[in-house]
């Protein structure tokens, strides 16, 4: 049997571990041994492989393949649930397949749905509400949202799943703080803050999870490079988790006709101590948590209500030029070239503006993201550029490059 590369199986947290890989067109069980289960289970994200004691042996989940639910019975059980959030390893396609299937049947389900995403800051909201009424085309949200340049991973994963809320009025609400708060906490006391960062913080604080600490600890001790202190570290992450949790109790109250579905990191999710059991102290509304499988997510019967054994499976690498870019005001400059670059190749210098590629304008990083971003490796792009930022459009020069 040939099966399709992508395939689901559920673990539900509630009845014991259970597994089904869901091919197109039928169904396969798949028995998953207690041995890889232990190998899995004694993974902890940020966390080293420590040799498991018989303790932890004796109490491994097993998975018991009559007892295995499908993805489309797993999601008939969301259908009462208020908020369902479901977790994502930011660069995994599969994971953001997972997160578009749920969220077509959420809504095919109830219209009366929102879509709560970490990939936009707050203040961004009034963008995003643009977009989804049709104000302001897609490039004009992923600029005025500087989508780019705060939150950087590639937009092909996520644009299937905002299209399809564009295309459904779904409302699209930016649940992450600022860069700039995040920034200023891991720094600095609450009280140091300026006024108008202060005005952004969550009205209120949990501080009392020590495990969702530990966890925090853990990452920490893996950044060495990181210049503050733990406190600082603590603090930030924190607020990135009030803040999300807030911002979603606040839309739910305002629409209480509305349902959410939250789509975040993982570590925000798991074990529920990052967003959800803070959603949970703001509001009263039954929730969900769905994880998909990683490497580093450790096999818990207390992780999440629903954990996806998900087939990874990647996009096509977008073409490069190989030139690393730097933006000045609304000049992109050549500033150096990576190894093997086509643009340098192509006779390109350091200090060169970028100002077009094919027929487009280049004003900007997201101009030329966006430029660039269905470009495969062997395509080729008329690249229009002026020697220095202190040439005008007269000196134009154009250059064919074929991207690698």
């Known amino acids: 049997m040939n099966l399709p590369s992508f395939c689901y199986a559920i673990c539900h947290r509630r009845t014991g571990f259970q597994s089904l890989q869901i091919p197109a067109g039928g169904l396969l069980l798949v028995l998953v041994s207690a041995l890889a289960l232990s190998a899995c289970s004694s993974l902890h994200a940020g966390s080293r492989m420590q ?10 989940p097993v998975v018991k393949p009559e007892q295995t639910e499908s993805l489309s019975q797993v999601m008939q059980q969301l259908d009462d649930a208020r908020v369902v959030l479901v977790g994502e390893t930011h660069t995994r396609y599969d994971h953001h397949l997972v997160q578009l299937e749920i969220l077509k049947h959420l809504y095919q389900k109830s219209p009366n749905l929102a879509l709560g995403v970490e990939w936009f800051q707050q203040p961004f909201q009034e963008y995003l509400d643009q977009y989804i009424a049709g104000e302001i085309s897609e490039k004009e949200m992923l600029e005025k949202t500087e989508y780019f340049s705060r939150w950087r991973y590639n937009y092909r994963l996520y644009q299937p799943i905002l299209q399809y809320a564009r295309e459904n009025g779904i409302p699209v609400i930016a649940l992450n703080a600022s860069r700039e708060l995040i920034k200023a906490l891991a720094k600095s006391e609450f009280d140091d803050l300026p006024e108008d960062l202060k005005a952004q913080l969550p009205s209120s604080y949990d501080w009392s999870d020590k495990d969702y600490e530990k966890r925090i600890r853990d990452v920490f001790e893996l950044h060495p490079e990181y210049n503050g202190e733990f406190d600082n ?16 109790v606040q839309y739910l109250k305002d629409n209480p006709d509305k349902r959410m579905l939250v789509l975040a990191g993982s570590g925000h999710i798991m074990y529920g101590s990052g967003v959800p059991n803070r959603i949970q102290r703001r509001i009263d509304a039954s929730q969900f948590s ?21 087939v990874e499976r990647s996009l096509e690498p977008v073409g490069l030029i190989g030139a690393i870019l730097d933006t000045q005001g609304k000049l992109l400059k050549i500033k150096g070239f990576s190894k093997n670059s086509a643009a340098k190749d192509a006779g390109l210098k350091k200090g060169a503006v970028i100002i077009g590629i094919d027929d487009e304008s280049v004003e900007s990083f997201s101009d030329f993201k966006l430029a660039i971003m269905n470009k495969r490796a062997g395509d080729s ?12 459009e007269k000196d134009r020069m154009s250059v064919n490059i074929k991207l690698r």
């Not at 570290?233 to 803040?243: G, H, I, K, V």
């Not at 769905?290 to 998900?310: G, T």
Request: glycine residues 2%; without cysteine; negative net charge.
């Open 233 to 248: 570290f603590l603090r930030s992450q924190l607020t990135w988790d009030e803040s999300m949790a807030e911002r979603a």
């Open 381 to 392: 792009i008329e690249l229009h550029y002026i020697e220095n930022a202190d040439a005008g």
């Open 290 to 310: 769905i994880l998909v499988s990683e490497d580093h997510l450790p096999v818990s019967k207390d992780i999440a209500d629903f954990l996806v054994m998900s």
């Open 51 to 60: 040799h498991p004691d018989d303790a932890s042996i004796i109490d491994l």
